[in-house]
């Protein structure tokens, strides 16, 4: 596994923590208004989630690409 691929996982792990703390009313973000935190929680794991799956499409992509130039 590569540093981009880890760094991603790591973002995703740190997300989803993030939800299940905000889930159970223990928010680490310090903002009084339970909807706000709710609805900046949930923009944050839906980023990180695509840039994830962003990043690991193109590296798939690119790995294709690689397999089919060697074909030939």
Do not use: C
Request: proline letters at 1%; a positive charge.
């Amino acid at each position: 596994m590569d540093k981009g691929t880890m760094i991603s996982i790591i973002a995703v792990l740190i997300a989803a923590t993030n939800q299940v703390l905000v889930l159970f009313g223990k928010s680490p973000m310090l903002i009084d208004s339970t909807l706000i935190e709710q609805v900046l929680s949930a923009i944050f794991t839906i980023v990180t989630v695509l840039i994830a799956w962003v990043r690991r499409k193109k590296a798939y992509m690119a790995k294709s690409k690689k397999k089919d130039k060697n074909k030939k």
